[in-house]
C-alpha cells in the first residue's frame, strides 16, 4: 500500500470536511443576517427556516481543495470538465436566486453537456448491452448529453429531505474511489477531498438550528461531477478494475439505481395525471416514507442501505448469471422493496 496515497487522501478529505465545515457556517449566517430562508410552503418536507447556502459552500470548498491540490500535488481534472461544473453550479445560484424557468435551465444545462463532450469523456460504447458495443460518434454525443441531463436533474429532484442527494452522493464517490486510485492517479484525490466537503455539509443540513440545504446549485453540481465519473466508466478507453466482475452498463446504473428509478416513476406518475414531469410535488418514494412517520434521517440512511444492498446484489450476481437474468432478478429484488418499505 502506498503511504504517501492515503496520507494524502486523508488530508484532502480532512480539508475538504473543514473548508466546508467553515463555509457553511459563514454562509448561514450571512443569509440569516439578510432574512434569505428557504419558503416554507405545501410540498415542504421541513418546518425549520433553512438556507439554501449549502451547495455554495460546497462548490468553493471544490474550487479550495482543487486550487490547493492543483498547485501541491498532482491533483488534475480536464479543463473543459471543470467549465461545465462552473457552468453548472453557476445555473444551481442564479436558480436559488431568482428562481430560473425549467425550460431555460434545460438549456443551460444541455450547454454545459456539450461544453463537458469537449474532454474527451463521454459514452462511446454500450458495452454489450443489447448486443451493441462501439457505436458512432454523433450518437455517442447524443446519448452522453442525453444521460448528462437525466443524472443531473435526477439528483435535483431527489434532494427533496435532508441528506437524501448527499449520503447518495458519498456512497457514488466512495464505491468508485477504488477505480479512480487505479486508472487515474491525476484524480484520485477529487473523491476524498469531495466526500469531505459533502460530510462538512451534512453537520449542517441535520442540524435543526442552523439547517441548511443544497439548493439548486448543489444538487446540480454534484449530479454534473457524478455524471463526468459516470461518463469516464462507460468510456471504452479507460481500464475499469471491476470489468472481470461486472459490466459496466449495469455498474453505472446501479451506482445511481435510487434517483434514476425514483425520477422515472415521479414522472410517468405525473405524465398519467396529464402534469409536467418536472412539477413540484411530493410524489416522490421519499415522500412516502417522511408521511409514514419516519425522520428524515432515517428516511435517507433506509434509502442509502437499500441502495447499497442493490449494487452488492449486482456484483453477487453478475458472477453467475447473463446480464440479462441479473437485470430481471434485481428488478424482482426493486419490486419487493418497493412493496415491503414504501406501499
Request: a neutral charge; aromatic letters at 18%.
Amino acid at each position: 500500500m502506498n503511504i504517501e496515497l492515503v496520507l494524502l487522501v486523508v488530508l484532502f478529505g480532512v480539508i475538504g470536511f473543514f473548508g466546508s465545515y467553515y463555509l457553511n457556517g459563514y454562509l448561514y449566517n450571512a443569509f440569516r443576517q439578510n432574512k434569505m430562508y428557504d419558503p416554507i410552503v405545501s410540498r415542504s418536507s421541513h418546518k425549520e427556516k433553512a438556507t439554501r447556502s449549502g451547495g455554495m459552500a460546497l462548490f468553493f470548498t471544490f474550487c479550495v481543495c482543487y486550487g490547493f491540490g492543483k498547485a501541491v500535488f498532482a491533483m488534475s481534472v480536464d479543463l473543459y470538465a471543470l467549465i461545465s461544473f462552473i457552468f453548472v453550479a453557476l445555473t444551481g445560484m442564479a436558480d436559488d436566486f431568482f428562481s430560473i424557468k425549467y425550460r431555460e435551465k434545460f438549456f443551460l444545462q444541455l450547454f454545459a453537456a456539450i461544453v463537458l463532450l469537449q474532454s474527451g469523456v463521454y459514452i462511446d460504447s454500450f458495452h454489450g448491452v443489447f448486443g451493441v458495443y462501439e457505436i458512432p460518434l454523433w450518437a455517442s454525443y447524443m446519448v452522453s448529453v442525453f444521460v448528462f441531463i437525466v443524472i443531473v436533474n435526477a439528483f435535483n429532484l431527489i434532494d427533496g429531505i435532508d441528506g437524501l442527494a448527499a449520503l447518495l452522493s458519498v456512497k457514488f464517490f466512495v464505491l468508485i474511489a477504488g477505480i479512480i486510485a487505479v486508472t487515474s492517479s491525476e484524480m484520485n484525490l477529487v473523491i476524498p477531498s469531495i466526500v469531505g466537503a459533502i460530510t462538512g455539509f451534512l453537520f449542517f443540513n441535520f442540524n435543526p438550528s442552523k439547517k441548511v440545504f443544497l439548493g439548486d446549485t448543489g444538487a446540480l453540481l454534484l449530479g454534473s461531477v457524478i455524471a463526468f465519473f459516470v461518463f469516464y466508466i462507460l468510456d471504452n478507453d479507460n481500464f475499469i478494475i471491476t470489468d472481470p466482475l461486472i459490466r459496466r452498463p449495469l455498474l453505472v446504473v446501479l451506482l445511481i439505481i435510487y434517483p434514476l428509478a425514483d425520477t422515472l416513476r415521479a414522472s410517468l406518475i405525473r405524465m398519467y395525471k396529464g402534469q409536467s414531469p418536472f412539477l413540484a410535488d411530493r410524489v416522490h418514494l421519499h415522500h412516502r416514507l417522511i408521511d409514514k412517520g419516519m425522520s428524515h434521517w432515517g428516511a435517507s440512511t433506509s434509502i442509502l442501505i437499500m441502495s447499497v444492498s442493490v449494487v452488492v446484489l449486482g456484483f453477487i450476481l453478475s458472477s453467475y448469471f447473463s446480464l440479462t437474468l441479473c437485470c430481471i432478478i434485481i428488478f424482482i429484488y426493486l419490486f419487493m422493496l418497493y412493496y415491503l418499505f414504501f406501499n
